[in-house]
């Protein structure tokens, strides 16, 4: 199982995680649902208690990856298999993505 806190503008607002088995789930933080004042991350992943599941990565995050030609040199650089979303996802997603939303590694 691998692990990922999703952060909406520096702030923690869930936890992406990637089962064993291949499946995924999302949860909002408990603090995040409390507060009216934070959006959902998404349209698709609206706010609520529920956990969300998926036998795919979640189309939101999906489309945060690099594709064609650029995909392809970092996963030669950094060593991952161009099938591996989950951690083509936490190696491209840290810093500087567009938008506010931050992928940023369990350890």
């Known amino acids: 199982m691998r692990s990922a806190n999703i952060l909406f503008k520096n702030e923690e607002a869930g936890v992406l995680t990637q089962h064993d088995d291949g499946t ?9 649902i409390t507060n009216d004042s934070k959006p959902s991350i998404s349209l698709t992943l609206p706010k609520s208690q529920q956990t969300y599941h998926s036998t795919f ?5 999906y489309n945060m990856l690099p594709e064609g030609s650029n995909k392809g040199i970092v996963c030669r650089m950094m060593r991952i298999d161009e099938n591996d979303y989950f951690s083509l996802l936490i190696t491209t997603a840290k810093y500087d ?3 506010a939303v931050r992928v940023m590694k369990i350890q």
Request: glycine residues 6%; hydrophobic residues 40%.
């Open 24 to 32: 995924f789930t999302y949860r909002y933080n408990d603090n995040w």
């Open 57 to 61: 990565m979640f189309p939101f995050f």
């Open 97 to 99: 993505t567009i938008g």
